[in-house]
């Protein structure tokens, strides 16, 4: 059973922005670390961002360069992924994740729930 809604998918052309959403229930979004993987048709799934479950501290991987933004609402239980610049190269299904553990090194790991995916395509 998918707990976590994802938002906000869709089609922009390069240099374009995008903004996902993803609601998760009280258990999930008050017990994990939040964050964002993406997964091109035939690779493994990569880590975009996370952001800690009590302060709020965010992670990135080492592609995004500035260009996207992690943030979460509390009160909404809603993390949200602010995405700029956008390349080609960023065209994937974008999946939301709760997980145990976020570090440099590994990114989100220890993943207890997904969400469904959301395609986002870049054109160039």
């Known amino acids: 059973q998918v707990q976590l809604l994802e938002s906000g998918g869709g089609k922009v052309q390069a240099g374009g922005s995008l903004r996902l959403s993803c609601a998760a229930p009280?258990?999930?979004?008050?017990?994990?670390?939040m964050g964002w993987l993406r997964q091109v048709s035939g690779n493994e799934r990569e880590f975009v961002a996370a952001?800690?479950?009590?302060?709020?501290?965010?992670y990135y991987g080492d592609f995004v360069k500035g260009r996207f933004a992690i943030s979460k609402d509390d009160a909404k239980n809603t993390v949200y992924l602010q995405m700029n610049d956008l390349k080609p190269e960023d065209t994937a299904v974008y999946y939301c994740?709760?997980?145990?553990?976020?570090?440099?090194?590994?990114?989100?790991?220890?993943?207890?729930?997904w969400g469904q995916g959301t395609q986002v395509t870049v054109s160039s």
């Open positions: 952001i800690t479950r009590v302060i709020g501290r965010t």
């Open positions: 009280d258990n999930i979004f008050g017990a994990y670390h």
């Open positions: 994740a709760a997980g145990h553990t976020v570090s440099v090194d590994q990114g989100l790991s220890g993943i207890a729930s």
